[in-house]
């Protein structure tokens, strides 16, 4: 067997016995090396991220000192005869 797939089927075994029948070995293997790693690495990042400053609160744009003129036509003012 290859031993990429009797790694999947060594997972789907570990996690849901019952949909797998085929004897695997009773050995422990280890065939994802850096898996733990990686996801060791990606959760220190998400802490750190989120334990980080927090982040200063948004200020209103729109106030009593920036008030947006009114927009108008440029020929609005003008009078037909």
Do not use: C, D
């Amino acid at each position: 067997m290859q031993p990429h797939l009797q790694a999947l089927l060594s997972l789907y075994k570990f996690f849901a016995p019952t949909l797998i029948s085929v004897s695997l070995p009773a050995r422990k293997k280890i065939y994802f090396k850096n898996s733990e790693n990686l996801w060791k690495a990606a959760l220190f990042a998400v802490r750190q991220r989120n334990q980080g400053p927090p982040p200063e609160p948004l200020k209103l744009m729109l106030g009593p000192g920036q008030v947006r003129p009114v927009k108008r036509k440029w020929n609005s003012y003008s009078v037909i005869p």
